[in-house]
């Protein structure tokens, strides 16, 4: 499992961006995928995350509504459509598998963190 994650950058507070995670890895399709962020001096959050199919799924209260994760398993690709960006979403976004069977929205089930990409938002 190879995973860089692209499209971040500098938005002003309402605005939108897509996020990218591709894995250069051949079992993509294997696995559910996480979204976590972590900002200056917190912890790593759940974001969202996805079922290997897409079918489902799963997102943080502070971002349902704004936010919403799909794939592509063509592409080995992961998606984070970011609307109404708020300054409280500045971070570095991070994609990772979930290679555990527990809860979708604990940390602990996810490993092999790519490297993130900052996005930061201006009020």
């Known amino acids: 499992v190879q995973l860089q994650a692209s499209g971040g950058g500098l938005v002003q507070a309402g605005g939108s961006l897509r996020l990218s995670c591709a894995d250069s890895?051949?079992?993509?399709?294997?696995?559910?995928m996480g979204w976590f962020r972590q900002a200056p001096g917190k912890e790593r959050e759940f974001v969202a995350a996805i079922n290997r199919s897409g079918g489902s799924t799963y997102y943080a209260d502070s971002v349902k509504e704004r936010f919403t994760i799909s794939r592509d398993n063509a592409k080995n690709t992961v998606y984070l459509q970011m609307n109404s960006l708020k300054p409280e979403d500045t971070a570095v976004y991070y994609c990772?598998?979930?290679?555990?069977?527990?809860?979708?929205?604990?940390?602990?089930?996810?490993?092999?963190w790519g490297q993130g990409t900052q996005v930061t938002v201006s009020s």
């Open positions: 990772a598998p979930k290679l555990y069977t527990g809860s979708y929205y604990s940390r602990d089930q996810y490993t092999y």
């Open positions: 890895g051949r079992r993509f399709s294997s696995y559910a």
